[in-house]
């Protein structure tokens, strides 16, 4: 038994990515097995192993855990990552939704129809620079400090950078209006954990592709 | 200042109600802000009170708080509804995630355009009652337990409860395979401040109207 946590999906970013970039930028060390084909997620469900029938499932200390959240907010508090008390939590949960709420956007874009799918690339960088990036850019402003909450690098800076990542390949320019992230960027994409799972060959997924778009409609049958 | 929680919303379920039913069943008293206008939300976005520009808002403890699950978790933190460890705090959170995805659908289904309600209702029932229930029946007969998690009231139990009686607004027969889950309702909503919530004259509010669809839409659209 190896001990290291070993998630289930399939081989792309989808909603398992942010589960593999909290991990990393643990240090925390994970198998993965990918799912291929349709009968492969038949089997995981067929042996039980999906509480609501559905992946992310992370196997983790004796738990098959699954529903991303869940399982985000249990590495955050396990390896510190969720701050000092009550009040600090709920401001990470707080930043965590806003850059869910936008990743999920850009997550869904792929597998939209073409006629759709360039009124919503314009609805995602509208909201990431009027609605999310000018809430951050203010946070760390205000404060001053070098990470988003309690002086310290939490869950929210890492689904912050991922979520930037994100956001810049949809528009390379994207934070042309806020100095202060973009220098978070920076920042914490040196932060040693994170500087490797930023190098290729790391376990950090490419953007979906048109060959992964096919294969996850014919598993998940959408 | 009363010090007591203030929700701002529009004057219905949506989002809020999972918060409501939380506060109540904590025993914890709260006011609430109604949006009635478009006017009524940009004002507040205009004032800086809404961190993303969106509702659910609640002021609590100096915060004024956004984001359904962030409010969620910290009142069931603060009201010792989350467990007494990491390991309970997590079976709380996956039970809670698939209530809110069930939810959703059951939440939504008034906002369909009339084309799609009724595919809509299939896959609401079927998931409910196919990979939902089952899941929750299971978790019941398995420990033999009174609550979810951890043999203690939880916001597990509340959240399930909630989404149990929403379904059955829905399709009034829906429990029929699920004789723990008929139980479990019964038994929470017999806890005091759960019972006082189900009475006529508390906060909890009932479900959309067709009629007042257009309303809702006009304040978020």
Not at chain 1, 62 to 69: A, C, E, H, L, S
Not at chain 1, 125 to 148: C, M, N, S
Not at chain 2, 66 to 94: C, F, H, P, W
Not at chain 2, 159 to 166: A, C, I, S
């Amino acid at each position: 038994m190896a001990g290291k946590p070993k998630l289930h999906y399939t081989n792309g970013r989808g909603k398992m990515e942010s589960i593999r970039w909290l991990l990393a930028a643990a240090g925390v060390e994970f198998e993965e097995e990918f799912i291929e084909t349709k009968e492969d997620l038949e089997k995981l469900r067929n042996d039980g192993s999906l509480l609501f029938q559905q992946v992310p499932m992370v196997e983790m200390d004796g738990m098959k855990m699954v529903q991303t959240r869940a399982i985000l907010s249990y590495i955050a508090a396990k390896y510190n990552l969720y701050g000092k008390d009550l009040k600090e939590r709920a401001w990470i949960d707080m930043y965590v939704e806003g850059t869910t709420d936008l990743m999920g956007m850009i997550m869904h874009l792929p597998f939209q129809p073409a006629d759709v799918k360039e009124k919503n690339l314009a609805l995602i960088i509208e909201r990431a620079t009027t609605r999310y990036f000018p809430v951050y850019e203010k946070a760390l402003k205000d404060h001053g400090h070098d990470y988003l909450v309690g002086n310290k690098l939490s869950w929210a800076d890492i689904h912050l950078l991922e979520a930037i990542l994100m956001a810049e390949e949809c528009k390379p320019d994207i934070l042309s209006a806020f100095p202060l992230l973009q220098a978070f960027k920076g920042r914490t994409s040196n932060i040693p954990t994170i500087k490797k799972f930023l190098q290729p060959g790391s376990q950090r997924k490419p953007p979906t592709d048109e060959k992964s778009i096919a294969v996850v409609r014919k598993i998940f049958n959408i | 200042m009363s010090g007591k929680p203030k929700l701002y919303y529009f004057n219905g379920r949506g989002r809020m109600e999972s918060i409501r039913w939380l506060l109540a069943a904590a025993g914890v008293e709260f006011e609430e802000c109604f949006l009635e206008t478009k006017d009524d939300l940009t004002k507040l976005q205009k004032d800086g009170s809404l961190l993303f520009q969106q509702v659910p808002m609640v002021e609590i403890d100096g915060m004024k708080m956004v984001q359904t699950r962030a409010i969620s978790n910290y009142i069931a933190a603060k009201y010792n509804l989350y467990g007494k460890d990491l390991k309970e705090r997590a079976l709380i959170d996956m039970y809670v995630e698939a209530v809110m995805d069930l939810n959703e659908l059951l939440m939504t289904h008034p906002l369909q355009p009339a084309d799609k309600k009724e595919q809509h209702f299939a896959t609401l029932v079927d998931k409910a009652t196919n990979r939902y229930f089952p899941a929750y029946e299971k978790v019941l007969k398995d420990h033999g337990q009174n609550f979810l998690v951890g043999n203690q009231f939880s916001r597990a139990d509340v959240q399930l409860h909630e989404t149990l009686l929403m379904a059955e607004e829905y399709k009034p027969d829906i429990l029929a395979k699920f004789p723990l889950l008929q139980s479990f309702k019964a038994r929470i909503s017999n806890i005091p401040t759960i019972k006082k919530f189900l009475q006529p004259g508390s906060q909890r509010k009932p479900p959309l109207q067709e009629k007042d669809v257009p309303k809702v839409m006009k304040i978020f659209h």
